[in-house]
């Protein structure tokens, strides 16, 4: 069933807001199309699926929507490796204003972990004022950031 998380994270004027409806569909992986530009896996036990009626997203942002499914605690209660499938989202939004390419793998990372009742992975977040970026230090990674300048996101 479909089920939307709206992920927020705010320490100054703007922050992070990002809405996301997915729905997790287990199902043989061996027939799909690896071809098909939609799907992204994640592992060999899950792939994401990104709706046809997309925006375009970029490669940065499609490989932190991974990030965030791979960021998913191995648990008892999560579905993986038991049960292969994909997670299929089929709505993404946020203001160009309230964005930053990191917060698809929270707000990936935090569907997952209310879809399956289990802890969101820790993910310190820290606010640069003087460079107006939020900075993500996922486990396991080096901290980074980037910000938008006219509607572009930009490498810090």
């Known amino acids: 069933m479909k089920s939307k998380f709206s992920y927020r994270f705010r320490k100054t004027s703007w922050g992070i807001c990002i809405d996301m409806t ?7 992986l061996a ?13 060999d036990r899950l792939w994401l699926h990104l709706y046809s009626g997309f925006p375009s997203l970029t490669e940065e942002e499609k490989q932190f929507l991974v990030l965030g499914a791979r960021l998913f605690p191995n648990t008892p209660s999560h579905p993986f490796p038991g049960t292969p499938g994909v997670i299929k989202i089929v709505e993404l939004g946020f203001p160009d204003t309230e ?3 990191e917060g698809l793998a929270c707000v990936m990372a935090a ?7 289990a802890a969101m992975p820790d993910i310190p977040i820290r606010y640069d004022r003087p460079k107006n970026v939020y900075f993500f230090k996922f486990p396991g990674l080096p901290e980074m950031g980037t910000h938008a300048i006219h509607g572009k996101m930009t490498a810090d």
């Open 22 to 28: 997915a729905e997790f569909v287990a199902c043989d």
């Open 31 to 43: 027939l799909l199309d690896p071809d098909n530009k939609k799907l992204l896996p994640v592992s």
């Open 99 to 101: 964005f930053q390419p």
């Open 111 to 117: 569907w997952m972990s209310r879809e399956w009742d």
